[in-house]
T-cell receptor, first 113, second 121 residues
């Protein structure tokens, strides 16, 4: 089955700096890669996703890049703000798993003022 | 749009009792819903895939007789934890995927509820 590795597990940045979280996946059949933000005691919230037919997608301060050959994808947050502090999860899915999401272990991001 | 409502948000029950958790898609229909379990400071682990009108598909190691799933309509799936024990205490999260548009080669994004914190005493 699919195995998603995520790094780093914790990340601390100063407000205004950029944050980058990286994930790798094992199943070359995976074709959908979402990123979720989870605040304490809440469910994950989809913040951005990318499909295998594109290499990059951007939404304001958030961007995701995908390298299918290397089987890795990254989340980039620019101009970080304290409210960006949360746990971020990457995930991968494909038809073989019924498009269920396989999650990475999460990155706890702390943005300090 | 794409709101998933999960109820209750918190529940405390005694060992041996059963607890039902509801997951509703409020503004879309979903033929497939997924149930995840999350332990503190850990990732989300898929428990089962719930398909409307048919039996759920359980992941390896998840007891289907203990975690009963019913997906009776396109907007409602329920998870019942039967004969709960303290080790079942966890954060249970459901998710739902809107039905893809006709002709689409990709599935719609998955949206999550806000989870249910189950504590078994």
């Amino acid at each position: 089955g699919e195995n998603v590795e995520q790094h780093p597990s914790t990340l601390s940045v100063q407000e205004g700096d950029s944050a980058v979280i990286k994930c790798t996946y094992s199943d070359s059949a995976s074709n959908y890669f979402p990123w979720y933000k989870q605040e304490l005691g809440k469910g994950p919230q989809l913040i951005i996703d990318i499909r295998s037919n594109v290499g990059e997608k951007k939404d304001q301060r958030i961007a995701v890049t995908l390298n299918k050959t290397a089987k890795h994808f990254s989340l980039h947050i620019t101009e970080t703000q304290p409210e960006d502090s949360a746990v971020y999860f990457c995930a991968a899915s494909n038809l073989n798993s019924g498009y269920a999401l396989n999650f990475g272990k999460g990155t706890s991001l702390l943005v300090t003022p | 749009g794409a709101v998933v409502s999960q109820h209750p948000s918190r529940v405390i029950c005694k060992s041996g009792t059963s607890v039902k958790i509801e997951c509703r898609s409020l503004d879309f229909q979903a033929t497939t819903m997924f149930w995840y379990r999350q332990f503190p400071k850990q990732s989300l682990m898929l428990m089962a895939t719930s398909n409307e009108g048919s039996k759920a598909t359980y992941e390896q190691g998840v007891e289907k007789d203990k975690f009963l799933i019913n997906h009776a309509s396109l907007t409602l799936s329920t998870l019942t934890v039967t004969s709960a024990h303290p080790e079942d205490s966890s954060f249970y999260i459901c998710s739902a995927r809107p039905i893809a548009a006709p002709g689409s080669s990709y599935n719609s994004p998955l949206h999550f509820g806000n989870g249910t914190r189950l504590t078994v005493t």
